[in-house]
């Protein structure tokens, strides 16, 4: 079974950068198509990007150009650049696969923009 471990969240200032990180076990990594996610205090988990196995990659409205998602399958590692964060961003973030059926969820990482 693959487990995801997420890192790099934190407090920042509006306008401030964070860039998260997600390991995952297991050599099949490479061949899916994975996600970043977040829930907000009291929302529901929602996709924030994806990028497929060859590097293609997609973002929701929200965060379009400014965050940047990107993956390296030597590492089995998935990464999420936030640049400009705005209040609106903190969540706990989650990777995971972008299509069902997901692995089991990591415990997640919390970033937190102050205004």
């Known amino acids: 079974q693959v487990q995801l471990v997420e890192s790099g969240g934190g407090l920042v200032q509006a306008g401030g950068s964070l860039r998260l990180s997600c390991v995952a076990s297991?050599?099949?990594?490479?061949?899916?198509?994975m996600a970043w996610y977040r829930q907000g205090p009291g929302k529901q988990r929602d996709l924030v990007a994806h990028i497929t196995s060859a590097g293609n990659t997609n973002y929701a409205d929200s965060v379009k150009g400014r965050f940047t998602i990107s993956r390296s399958n030597a590492e089995n590692t998935v990464y999420l650049q936030m640049n400009s964060l705005e209040p609106e961003d903190t969540a706990v973030y989650y990777c995971n696969r972008k299509l069902t059926p997901y692995y089991d969820w990591g415990q997640g990482t919390q970033a937190t923009v102050s205004s």
């Open positions: 297991g050599s099949i990594f490479r061949f899916n198509a």
